[in-house]
């Protein structure tokens, strides 16, 4: 097994698999199974949180992503030395419990707790359809021409973002707009953050009352996957690499607001939804 192989991606909550490892994590006890439903936090882009639940009953304490050498070493997270997917390695979900394992061969049911994974995807969806709105939103302060999103607009969100991090129901973004954001274009002069949340805030009402369909594409099943979040919204289908959860449709985020902060050369959207 060169990657544990993952359903979270078409929304499975639940799942019953083979242990097939345990790696020690300090004084914790890390398994690994076949096949998992949950999602781990991802250590090149951490920005959804870890899932919680239970693997054979057993609280899971956090969930992370894992590394493994041809050698057997194991690395945990911010530690991997090597990039996503490299050749070589083992890539895992790893399940941190703090109680001891069942022996390796032994199935053990996997449960995800279903409230705080709808919590987490209508964040992680609301972000995606915030960031897009933003971008359109701020389409006019560009003096060149600059990589368009799937929905023609200049990407801001991916020429500026520093971090993006998932809560329930929401997110947290922060732009960069210093001197390499000038250079390749983006004016930030007179920004007026009331009046660029405003016109945000009336698109996503616009993209939730639409109802568009939410899926993610995946090339196969295993957590390495580069998978590909795809929204039908009015004016296109938008597309954005993820590796996270999300709703089924948009409808299901109910109102969609966002608020700015801008500070010094920071820029800052917090995404509320519910």
């Known amino acids: 097994m ?43 882009w951490p920005d959804q949180p870890a899932d919680r639940g239970t693997v054979g009953g057993t609280p899971v304490i956090d969930c992370v992503t894992g590394a ?38 032994t199935e053990v049911e996997l449960e995800v707790d279903a409230a705080h994974r709808a919590a987490l995807s209508a964040g992680h969806t609301a972000c995606h359809l915030a960031a897009l709105a933003l971008n359109a939103a701020l389409a006019g302060r560009w003096r060149k021409e600059a990589t368009l999103d799937r929905l023609g607009h200049p990407d801001f969100d991916q020429a500026a973002i520093t971090s993006s991090r998932i809560v ?48 993610i594409d995946a090339p196969g099943p295993e957590l390495t996957a580069r ?25 299901e985020l109910g109102r969609v607001q966002v608020s700015l902060t801008l500070d010094e050369a920071t820029l800052t959207m917090h995404t509320t939804c519910g």
């Open 2 to 44: 060169n990657s544990t192989l993952v359903t979270f991606p078409s929304g499975r909550i639940s799942g019953r698999s083979e242990l097939v490892g345990v790696v020690p994590v300090g004084d914790r006890h890390g398994l690994v199974v076949a096949e998992t439903p949950f999602h781990p936090l991802d250590h090149t």
């Open 68 to 105: 493994q050498s041809a050698t057997g070493e194991t690395f945990l997270g911010a530690d991997i030395p090597v990039r996503r997917g490299d050749e070589g390695w083992r890539w895992l979900v790893v399940h941190v419990t703090g109680e001891a394992p069942p022996p390796l061969g």
């Open 168 to 215: 329930e129901g929401g997110s947290v973004d922060v732009y960069r707009l210093g001197k390499s954001l000038r250079k390749k274009g983006f004016s930030a002069e007179g920004l007026d953050t009331g009046a660029v949340a405003g016109e945000v805030n009336d698109r996503l009402k616009t993209w939730v009352a639409a109802d568009a369909p939410v899926r």
């Open 227 to 251: 998978r590909t979040w795809r929204c039908e919204l009015p004016e296109g289908e938008a597309a954005i690499p993820c590796g996270g959860t999300h709703v089924a449709r948009t409808g």
